[in-house]
């Protein structure tokens, strides 16, 4: 029995034009399966998580949705496959997906369908998500609420240009810098950018180094900056990459060059920037926003409209 499987490294594959049973597992009891096609397509829904096609006419889309109104819940994973409808026949043909984490999501396209003569293109609509951390899981979920879901990634880089200005010492003592990174991180993974990358900046610039994006903020934290009297943003110039200056002090001019995640708590700033207030005296900064969902969307929000 041939068994594909779906995913980001095999994004389609061609199987007979037979009956087939559409089904969704995992995290189900609160999501419902859904075909888009056109009125002359037959469609036989035996339940909210298994749907047959007797036979397919025209192109149509495979999605999940919630049942009643809002979105998905906290770590809602499905899982879909499709396979003949009679499967006692001669080597029939199995398709499984990655499971797919739907959170926060008010519907997800899993996958389209198109035929072509004897044959169907069965292709995926969402890839699973590279793993991050979960301030920059949640902060992607707080993004999609605000753009939706993409499956393709965005042309371009992101970089994330970090102040070390003496007065920026006690937003990396207390853990708010690496916080402020994870939250960058999740928002341009949301927007498909997967090329995103720090510097320090001070009298000069200073890359950081890291092994992957999803360690980007750890880097960040394990950093030695070289404090100085102010950071010179002059020094920050990377062809093709959307800059996210990371300061507690934005002054007019920087605000105008570039979009802002503030680590301040003065909350007139967030009429032209995305803020991030410091964490009370020893608690974790990613606890307390993780806590407080209408930050993230705040901050999302505010940075996806510079970067988009």
Same mark, same amino acid.
């Given at each position: 029995?041939?068994?594909?499987?779906?995913?980001?490294?095999?994004?389609?594959?061609?199987?007979?034009?037979?009956?087939?049973?559409?089904?969704?597992?995992?995290?189900?009891?609160?999501?419902?399966?859904?075909?888009?096609? !056109?009125?002359?397509?037959?469609?036989?829904?035996?339940?909210? $998580?298994?749907?047959?096609?007797?036979?397919?006419?025209?192109?149509? &889309?495979?999605?999940?949705? +919630?049942?009643?109104?809002?979105?998905?819940?906290?770590? &809602?994973?499905? $899982?879909?496959?499709?396979?003949?409808?009679?499967?006692?026949?001669?080597?029939?043909?199995?398709?499984?997906?990655? +499971?797919?984490?739907?959170?926060?999501?008010?519907?997800?396209?899993?996958?389209? /369908?198109?035929?072509?003569?004897?044959?169907?293109?069965?292709?995926?609509?969402?890839?699973?998500?590279?793993?991050?951390?979960?301030?920059?899981?949640? !902060?992607?979920?707080?993004?999609?609420?605000?753009?939706?879901?993409?499956?393709?990634?965005?042309?371009?880089?992101?970089?994330?240009?970090?102040?070390?200005?003496?007065?920026?010492?006690?937003?990396?003592?207390?853990?708010?810098?690496?916080?402020?990174?994870?939250?960058?991180?999740?928002? !341009?993974?949301?927007?498909?950018?997967?090329?995103?990358? !720090?510097?320090?900046?001070?009298? $000069?610039?200073?890359?950081? /180094?890291?092994?992957?994006?999803? &360690?980007?903020?750890?880097?960040?934290?394990?950093?030695?900056?070289?404090?100085?009297?102010?950071?010179?943003?002059?020094?920050? &110039?990377?062809?093709?990459?959307?800059?996210?200056?990371?300061?507690?002090? +934005?002054?007019?001019?920087?605000?105008?060059?570039?979009?802002?995640?503030?680590?301040?708590?003065?909350?007139?700033?967030?009429?032209?920037?995305?803020? /991030? $207030?410091?964490?009370? +005296?020893?608690?974790?900064?990613?606890?307390?926003?993780?806590?407080?969902?209408?930050?993230?969307?705040?901050?999302?929000?505010?940075?996806?409209?510079?970067?988009?």
């Amino acid at each position: 029995m041939p068994i594909y499987v779906l995913g980001a490294r095999t994004r389609s594959v061609t199987i007979p034009n037979q009956a087939l049973a559409l089904t969704i597992s995992g995290s189900v009891r609160d999501a419902a399966l859904h075909i888009r096609a !056109a009125a002359d397509q037959p469609v036989v829904r035996s339940s909210a $998580h298994l749907t047959v096609l007797p036979i397919v006419t025209g192109p149509l &889309t495979v999605s999940v949705e +919630p049942v009643g109104d809002g979105s998905f819940g906290q770590n &809602t994973v499905i $899982h879909l496959s499709i396979g003949p409808d009679a499967p006692g026949g001669v080597d029939p043909v199995q398709v499984v997906f990655d +499971p797919i984490d739907v959170t926060g999501d008010s519907g997800v396209e899993l996958a389209t /369908l198109t035929p072509a003569g004897a044959r169907i293109e069965v292709a995926v609509s969402a890839v699973a998500d590279r793993p991050l951390s979960r301030l920059g899981t949640a !902060a992607r979920v707080a993004a999609r609420s605000v753009i939706g879901r993409r499956s393709e990634p965005s042309v371009g880089a992101v970089l994330i240009a970090v102040d070390t200005s003496a007065s920026m010492r006690s937003a990396f003592d207390d853990g708010s810098v690496p916080a402020a990174v994870d939250i960058v991180v999740g928002i !341009a993974d949301a927007a498909g950018v997967t090329d995103v990358s !720090a510097v320090l900046v001070g009298e $000069h610039r200073i890359p950081v /180094l890291s092994a992957s994006v999803a &360690t980007l903020a750890d880097s960040v934290r394990s950093a030695q900056p070289r404090w100085c009297a102010g950071a010179r943003w002059s020094t920050v &110039t990377i062809a093709g990459a959307r800059t996210v200056v990371c300061t507690d002090f +934005p002054t007019m001019a920087v605000r105008q060059r570039f979009p802002v995640l503030a680590i301040a708590t003065d909350s007139r700033l967030e009429a032209d920037c995305a803020v /991030l $207030h410091p964490p009370r +005296p020893g608690a974790d900064p990613a606890a307390e926003v993780l806590a407080k969902p209408a930050v993230l969307e705040r901050i999302a929000v505010s940075l996806l409209r510079r970067l988009m």
